[in-house]
């Protein structure tokens, strides 16, 4: 299947510092990617949805301003978590959505991001 | 009420075991369904997509019944490795975009 690739997997960040993670498409080109965040034991929450050339659209709830994403490309996404405190802390994923079947997510590996 | 319905479960069956997992969900415009895994502290991993015809994939059918708006998962012969959570996905589109939906999840454990 294809393949989306999340960098970090893992990050540990003070209160206060933002923090950059990638999601990027490796074998397909991808118009839209899905931002999402899950806390322990709870289901995935969507967050946001990233269009390449253009704004992404937000959940009701999501701080635009908080999480920052830029999708500059086919094959690539970007969530900045701003200012990041420990609430911030979570699994957050990404997913991509081949050109070809659109009907279809594929996930990153996730990235754990624990703020101290 | 949610879009998407899962039972959360957990299902807590022995090896060897059939177990079936069902999902509703509200929307009649939805057009195309998933079951997803998910292990723990992993990303979700799609496992079958679902058609009206049902499909089968090894010990795994998955089921669609459209007029009552529900969609199936029969694990066949369970094995300890199939301990996991399972996400109902459903997709629907309107005229200007689709949604994918997530349910909440129903986990399950297989004990020897």
């Known amino acids: 299947g294809a393949v989306v690739s999340q960098h970090p997997s893992w990050v540990i960040c003070k209160s206060g510092t933002s923090v950059k993670i990638e999601c990027r498409s490796l074998?397909?080109?991808?118009?839209?990617m899905f931002w999402y965040r899950q806390f322990p034991k709870q289901s995935l929450m969507l967050m946001a949805t990233?269009?390449?050339?253009?704004?992404?659209?937000?959940e009701q709830g999501v701080e635009k301003d908080k999480f920052l994403i830029n999708h500059a490309s086919l094959t690539l996404s970007t969530l900045t978590v701003t200012s990041a405190h420990p609430e911030d802390s979570s699994f957050y994923i990404c997913?991509?959505?081949?050109?070809?079947?659109?009907?279809?997510?594929?996930f990153g590996a996730g990235t754990r991001l624990s703020v101290l | 009420r949610k879009e998407v319905e899962q039972d959360p479960g957990p299902f807590n069956v022995p090896e060897g075991a059939t177990v079936a997992f069902n999902c509703t969900y509200s929307?009649?415009?939805?057009?195309?369904f998933f079951w997803y895994r998910q292990d723990c502290r992993k990303e979700p991993k799609l496992l079958m997509s679902?058609?009206?015809s049902g499909n089968e994939d090894g010990r795994f059918t998955a089921q669609l019944n459209r007029a009552s708006q529900y969609i199936s998962l029969l694990i066949r012969d369970s094995k300890l490795s199939d301990s996991a959570t399972y996400l109902c996905?459903?997709?629907?589109?309107?005229?200007?975009?689709?949604?994918?939906?997530f349910g909440s999840g129903t986990r399950l454990s297989i004990r020897p």
């Open positions: 997913s991509a959505r081949d050109l070809r079947d659109t009907d279809i997510q594929y």
């Open positions: 074998d397909f080109q991808a118009t839209t």
């Open positions: 990233s269009n390449e050339g253009s704004k992404a659209t937000y």
């Open positions: 929307n009649s415009a939805s057009q195309s």
């Open positions: 679902v058609y009206s």
């Open positions: 996905v459903v997709n629907k589109r309107d005229s200007s975009a689709s949604k994918i939906i």
